[in-house]
């Protein structure tokens, strides 16, 4: 693939693979696949990449040389963590000689805090607007993430990329310095240059408006060959736009290139446009999931975006009939918290303090409640809810109210007699922990009177927890909660949030990528195992644990626990710690590994992310069941086949509890387990918001999340000639490049002049394994040919294409190809087997 216009590309130059050989074959060995995904609210980088030259910035007064000095643009900038903040990347967007950035995080974190997020998040869709509490409406008085740049919220024209091993960013240096450097003061570097390229393609346009009514409504009836998303992965997102209007694209058409003529099986057949070609599979009805509603018979829609969805997760105190509904006198005691985080770049989002510490917090109390003494006699049951794309929106607290609104879950609205929310909890000054409440509900004096008997609930277990419980005062408003929504479909409704926070809040790294475990402190001895790590107490978990015991005991007595009972409930702080670990450093443990189910493995690795993203469920939510299920259920003397299914077996109460077979812990020193059925009551529900489901994509009353598709995310590294070397004395001019699946690395050949005319070849090919081999190319043999030549492997196997004028000879592996009309090798392997294929048309 050639890079475009104005772009720097593989020099052809005589010294140019000379030059660059010792350097770049470091860097093949070395430099993997860059460990960066771009997230931006509108991806503008180009269907064949973006391409720059390299330029190093450690200090702000290096931006100068790619924004006005340098005399090769365009380029691309590695940009050091530190610097990475509104006011540059501002600078950067307003100049076109900025083709793409690359950031090195910053380690350790920046002190002075970095959060690309709002500054008012989730502005709009939560409690407070000109029509309720219009004083606190967009944070007015009060706001919550001062630090928040709204960099994730930006439409930048060009890719961002991250690397997070340093290693990498590194090698990218060493190419920089040996290659881009000016000779002397005031000089021009001297070519080759280090170049860059960087592919992270959008398919998603304009908005989710857009998008969405083309991918779910295209034609009905309709043969699209244009799909450009098969496979894709997941990518930028994008905002829903209130003023573009809803249509329906023409009904009954095919669109030209394509014909389903004789034979066309599954479906229907359409009349021929381009005779020979047949569309397979098609099948009726509608799709949801990936792409809300599909169109019917509809044949390889064009699907460009997808909604954020995913599942909450839900368990109750006494099990509750699925299949059934609450009476309506009947009152019950709502946990809840977020588990989602987000961050400028895709599918990093630690999240230590924006959810892990509070959803840790929930599982450890809920261990705690479960296993108090009486807790399945209380009057009131107790519902925890962890809650799903809370990060863009509220996507799983308002699909969740929407749900108990319309009778699509087993309780209403009206049987919640408490909300108790647990926010940042993990960052708390001293001992102290701020209970927050809607100052305006408060007014009714009804609503008052159980608002106050949640606080008392909540006081009076705080001192044998070790922590102490205030009110920041009637005259400041909710933060940013679950509890919003819920109150913006229930008025009345008697809710606490609890947080480490009065005001704004004591997290520096807000929806950022440095919101990691070390941000809450945790830190281990030098010298421990992964396992030992696991079960290492640290002092984080030891303060986690003390709210654990705090909210286990509040919601005992909330529940109508009898006064003092409470006083034994205590949260495990090695249940804690474990979580800790599993859930930001390492899920690939030893107790996260005993509590899933055979086919689940592929959900643990390093690196935890919580990302709600649009295939679902999440790795997180899989392991927040498995886990919240391990840790409120209890063992059942069930066969592998009773327990996957229970229906079949008498006394087993499938509308009251889940089972599942788990692959439990190892046996001994042996690399067998000892699986085992678990039952619980923990269920899904929908994480998907409403918007989606009544269609109204340009909703300001539900969130509109969606994230675009794309085909692939690259980084390649090269080196570039000046354009004056690549036109050789004959005329003729050759370039090309290659690149591996696994490692990165370029194809390097020599363009050869015809006896008479001028002719250009280009090649690209792809290639896995080890080591590369260059050669020249070889002259053709009439006028206007040209030789070819591919970068050859040591070990693995190679390929290669091309398009050539005149007659081409290509050479590779242990025997050269044969001689063809337009040809090129094709399928050169280590091994001497080389085949011929025949182009269809030259370049000249």
Partial sequence: MAAGPGRGCPGTGRDSPGTGRDSLGMLRNSLRMLRALLVAALAAASLSGDTGVIHVVEREQDLEWALAEGPHPPYMILLDGSLFSREILMRLKGSSRISGLAVAAASPAPAQGFSPGLKCPNDGFGLYSDAYGPQFAHCNGSEWNPDGSGLSYEDFPFPIFLL????????????????????????????????????????????????????????????????????????????????????????????????????CTGGLQW?????????????????????????????????????????????????????????????????????????????VAPGAEAAVGSFVVLLAAAQALQAAPGSQRLPRNVLFVFFQGESFDYIGSSRLAFDMEHDKFPLRLENIGAFLELGQVALRNDSVLWMHTDPISRRNESVESQVQSLLSALRAAGPGAGLSLREPGQSQPLPPSALQRFLRARRGLPGVLLADHRGAFRNRYFQSIYDTAESLGLRYPEGLSPEQRLEFVTDTAQALAQVATLVARALFSLAGGAAGAAESIRADPKTVTRLLYGFLLNSNNSWFQSVIKPDQRGILGPFPQHYVAVSSPTNTTQLLQAVLGNLTGASANLSREQCQEPGK??????????????????????????????????????????????????SREFSTWTESRWKDVRARLFLVASRELEVTPGGTRGQGWGHGDGDTGMGWRRGQPGDTGTSRGQGHGDQTGTGTGWKQGQPGDRDGTQGWDRDRMETGTARGHGDGTGTARGQGGDRQGDTGTQGSDRDIQGTGTARDTEGTQGWG
Avoid at 281 to 305: D, K, M, T, Y
Avoid at 306 to 321: A, F, K, T
């Fill in 271 to 347: 009349g021929c446009i381009s005779p020979g070609q047949c569309c397979m599979g098609l099948h009726g009805g509608l799709q949801w999931g990936r792409s809300s509603l599909q169109s019917a018979f509809s044949i390889n829609p064009e699907i460009v975006c997808d909604p954020l969805l995913d599942y909450n997760v839900w368990s109750s105190l006494q099990p509750i009939n699925a299949s059934a509904r609450l009476p309506p006198e009947q009152r019950l005691v709502l946990a809840a918290t977020r588990v989602d985080s987000h961050s400028f770049f895709w599918n």
């Fill in 164 to 263: 997070q091993d340093a290693n990498e960013t590194q090698l990218i240096k060493e190419c920089f310095r040996a290659h881009n450097l000016p000779p002397a003061p005031g000089a021009a570097p001297q070519f080759p240059l280090c170049a860059l390229q960087l592919l992270a393609h959008m398919h998603a346009a304009a908005s989710t408006v857009t998008c969405m009514r083309r991918s779910s409504l295209q034609s009905a009836f309709s043969i699209n060959p244009g799909q450009c998303c098969t496979g894709a992965a997941l990518g930028g997102l994008q905002w829903g736009c209130t003023g573009a209007a809803l249509g329906l694209q023409s009904t009954f058409s095919i669109n030209p290139g394509q014909c389903c003529t004789g034979g």
């Fill in 649 to 698: 077996t008498p006394g087993t109460l499938p509308e009251l509890y889940e089972y599942w077979w788990v692959q439990g812990p190892l046996d001994g020193n042996s690399s067998s387990r000892i699986p085992g059925c678990v039952r619980s009551g923990v269920r899904l529900s929908p994480a998907l918001s409403p918007a989606f489901e009544l269609r109204r994509w340009d």
